[in-house]
Structures are given as structure tokens and as C-alpha cells.
């Protein structure tokens, strides 16, 4: 399949009333990497969530490869099996132990025996670095540790597309490159990543793309030295200086 993965077009969602995006269109081709930015409160999440179906939308159409995964019919399951999702925080069941918990996942959500699935998680485990965690609970893994294990088990299906959701904002200071580093892996990789965050050194360096939110419509986006180095828009101008 060679046309973009995600084809985000004109999408409109309202809370109470109030809109909150206001006609998103967004194409995402295969092995990009798409950084979200823009304040609290433009929208960054809701689009996330619309993409994994975690939020209806009033108005457009959102497509996955050549699916309209907007159609209320769609069989939302099968298509979250399509898509892997890290957020903020709280992303594993804290009685489930790093391995269980991506093992889990692959059961019940790819229908793989427990057998296969235990061992792919190994082998998941492994690619982030924690094979001796395997059998830790997360209130034994550092914050930086259980986003590694989120991260894996996210992957670990082979996703189509790969949603980040500000995954380093709740961390420590010092865990937050252990986490980085390793979405830049999945990047080099190949994975397709739309991520919202706060990282601007980070998005310059690993994304192909910056779109900049600003309530609920994409004001500017492009290539990361041209959006995060010399924006065209003030508002843009007046978001990044926060930064500096
Ligand atoms: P961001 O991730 O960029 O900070 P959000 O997508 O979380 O922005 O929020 C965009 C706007 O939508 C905010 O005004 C927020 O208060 C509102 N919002 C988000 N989710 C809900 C919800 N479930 N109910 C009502 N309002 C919401
Ligand atoms: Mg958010």
C-alpha cells in the first residue's frame, strides 16, 4: 500500500457546543513522522483520540490506508488492532507485570494464543531494552520504564500507525531522553508516528513534519526548520517563544 496512511479530512468535534476541531485536514504517508504542537487546550488530543475512535466526530472523514474508519459501522476493535496508542500516563494495568501486560494485549486483542503471545512479548521486552523487567509490576519500573513497556506494547502488533499522546510530559526530567531515544528508533525503523508534544527540540530533530494547532485548526505546518526555526504566522511566533 503506497498512499498515506491516515487521511484526516475536514473532521469537526464539538464538546457542549463549543468547537473544538474545527475542519482537520491532515494526510500521514507511510514512515513519516508527524509532530503535533500547539497550546493546552487546542485540540492535540481530541484529534488523537478521534483517529482511535475514542471520540465520534460530528463532521468529515478520517481513512486508514483505503478504510473509512469514520463510517459508524466500522469495527472499532479491528481497527485500534491496527493502531498503537501511548498517552500521558497510565497506560498499564498495574497488576499485570511488564510481560503480561503486552502479552495481554496481543491475546485479547490479536487473538494470539497465550503461548505465541508470551513469547512475542519477550521478544518485545527485549527490543526496548527490558528483558530483566519482564516479570516487574509497574509500581517497580521507573516512569521512563513503564512508557518503554507502553511503547512495546503498542509496537509489538506491528501497527500501521503509531499515536503519541505527550508521552514524556509526566516524567521526571532525567527520564525523558531514555524515552525519546527510543521513539527515534521506531522512527529510523519505519513506523508512521503522529505525536503531540512539547518536545521542540525532539520534533526538530525526529519529525519529518510540525503541524501547529491552534483552537482546533491547523494553522501552519511544514518542514521542522521552517515551522519551529522561521514561522510564517504569529501565531505560531507567539506559541514557540514560550519555548526559547
Ligand atoms: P490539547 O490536547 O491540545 O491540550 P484537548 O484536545 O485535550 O487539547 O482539548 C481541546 C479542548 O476540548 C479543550 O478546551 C478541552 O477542555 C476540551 N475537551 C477535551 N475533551 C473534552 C471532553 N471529553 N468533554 C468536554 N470538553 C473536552
Ligand atoms: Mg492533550
Known amino acids: 500500500m503506497s498512499g498515506p496512511v491516515l487521511r484526516i479530512r475536514d473532521v469537526w468535534k464539538s464538546f457542549d457546543g463549543h468547537d473544538v476541531l474545527r475542519g482537520i485536514d ?22 488523537l483520540r478521534t483517529v482511535n475512535l475514542l471520540e465520534p466526530i460530528d463532521d468529515g472523514r478520517i481513512l486508514l490506508h483505503d478504510l473509512d474508519i469514520s463510517d459508524p459501522r466500522v469495527d472499532a476493535d479491528a481497527v485500534r488492532a491496527r493502531i498503537g ?19 495481554l494485549a496481543l491475546r485479547h486483542v490479536r487473538g494470539m494464543r497465550r503461548r505465541d503471545a508470551d513469547a512475542a512479548a519477550v521478544a518485545a521486552l527485549a527490543r526496548v531494552g527490558l528483558s530483566d523487567k519482564a516479570s516487574a509490576h509497574p509500581d517497580r519500573l521507573s516512569g ?5 513497556v507502553a511503547l512495546a506494547r503498542a509496537v509489538v502488533g506491528a501497527p ?8 514524556t510530559s509526566a516524567l521526571d526530567p532525567e527520564l525523558v531522553g531514555e524515552v525519546l531515544d527510543l521513539v527515534r528508533t521506531l522512527a529510523d ?21 510540525v503541524v501547529f494547532l491552534d483552537g482546533g485548526r491547523i494553522v501552519e505546518q ?23
Open 26 to 47: 491532515l494526510d500521514v504517508a507511510p514512515g513519516e513522522v508527524v509532530a503535533l504542537i500547539g497550546a493546552s487546550g487546542s485540540g492535540k488530543s481530541t484529534l
Open 85 to 103: 496508542v501511548v498517552f500521558q500516563q497510565y497506560n498499564l494495568f498495574p497488576h499485570l507485570t511488564a510481560q503480561q501486560n503486552i502479552a
Open 144 to 148: 521512563g520504564q513503564q512508557q518503554r
Open 160 to 167: 500501521e500507525l503509531l499515536l503519541l499522546d505527550e508521552i
Open 189 to 209: 525503523d519505519g513506523a508512521t508516528i503522529v505525536m503531540a508534544t512539547h518536545e521542540m527540540a525532539f520534533a526538530r530533530d525526529v519529525a519529518d513534519r
Open 222 to 244: 511544514g518542514a521542522p526548520s521552517d515551522v519551529l526555526v522561521s514561522p510564517r504566522e504569529e501565531r505560531t511566533r507567539a506559541f514557540l517563544s514560550r519555548f526559547l
